[in-house]
């Protein structure tokens, strides 16, 4: 009886140490994919910014964020040509690319679970100043 209760207090005891160290690194990891989206965002909302600034206008939805690579803005050198990764978020998922009816340029992540909930949820969205 003695040994059932001291087998069960270390399986729990083990358990429990196992979750202090995997729960604090799975919020750490959500943590540093949102600060990474956030921090991509500001970058093309600056390449947004040039874009415009050269061409008088920012690419068409069809051309998407893509088009930024193409010009190759001073803050994207260092980015091989082609490459798409600065319109990935954190999660390695393409950033949507809105122009609205008013005008409004809109930069959205799906966030985590990778849904599209029409910027709510856990959605994250970046207006491009006009």
Excluded at 74 to 95: A, K, M
Aim: glycine residues 10%.
């Amino acid at each position: 009886m003695l040994r059932r209760r001291l087998l069960f207090l270390v399986t729990i005891t083990c358990a429990m140490i196992a979750l202090w160290f995997w729960v604090p690194s799975r919020f750490d990891d959500a943590a540093e994919r949102k600060g990474d989206t956030l921090a991509r965002m500001e970058v093309l909302k600056i390449g947004l910014a040039e874009f415009s600034r050269r061409h008088g206008r920012y690419p068409t939805q069809s051309e998407g964020l893509g088009r930024l690579g193409d010009e190759t803005p001073p803050i994207f050198q260092g980015v091989p040509r082609g490459s798409d990764e600065f319109e990935l978020d954190g999660w390695g998922r393409r950033f949507a690319y809105e122009i609205r009816p008013d005008g409004r340029v809109v930069i959205r992540s799906l966030g985590a679970n990778g849904v599209d909930e029409t910027a709510e949820g856990d959605d994250i969205t970046a207006t491009v100043p006009q």
